[in-house]
C-alpha cells in the first residue's frame, strides 16, 4: 500500500517561492506507471492540478500554472517536491500531493499553506 506525507511550510510571505516536498513509502516513486501529481484547493472551491513527474521522471503541467511551477524528485529519499514562485494570497489552499496509476489512486493528508504578510 502506498503511502504520502506532504511537508512544508504552513505560512508563506507574498512574492516568495513556497515549496512542498511529498515523501513516499510502500511503494518506489520510479515503480512503472506510476505519475505523481500535486493537487491543491482553495478554500471553497473545487481541487486544482499542479502537474506530476512520471516514475521516469518526465514531467507535465497545468498550462494555467506552467509559468510559475516546477515538479522535481530525489530518488535516494523516495521523495517528490513542488515549487510554486511568486506566491499571492491566492494560492492559499490545501496542497496534496497523489500517486496515480491505473485502477489505483492514492493521496497524502493534505496539509494547509497561508500565504500572508
Known amino acids: 500500500q502506498v503511502q504520502l506525507q506532504e511537508s512544508g511550510p504552513g505560512l508563506v510571505k507574498p512574492s516568495q517561492t513556497l515549496s512542498l516536498t511529498c515523501t513516499v513509502s510502500g511503494g518506489s516513486i520510479t515503480t512503472n506507471e506510476y505519475y505523481w501529481n500535486w493537487i491543491r484547493q482553495p478554500p471553497g472551491k473545487g481541487l486544482e492540478w499542479f502537474g506530476y513527474i512520471s516514475y521516469s521522471g518526465g514531467t507535465r503541467y497545468s498550462p494555467s500554472l506552467k509559468s510559475r511551477t516546477s515538479i522535481s524528485r530525489d530518488t535516494s529519499k523516495n521523495q517528490f517536491t513542488l515549487q510554486l514562485s511568486s506566491v499571492t494570497p491566492e494560492d492559499t489552499a490545501v496542497y496534496y500531493c497523489?500517486?496515480?496509476?491505473?485502477?489505483?489512486?492514492?493521496w497524502g493528508q493534505g496539509t494547509q499553506v497561508t500565504v500572508s504578510s
Open positions: 497523489n500517486a496515480l496509476v491505473v485502477g489505483r489512486n492514492y
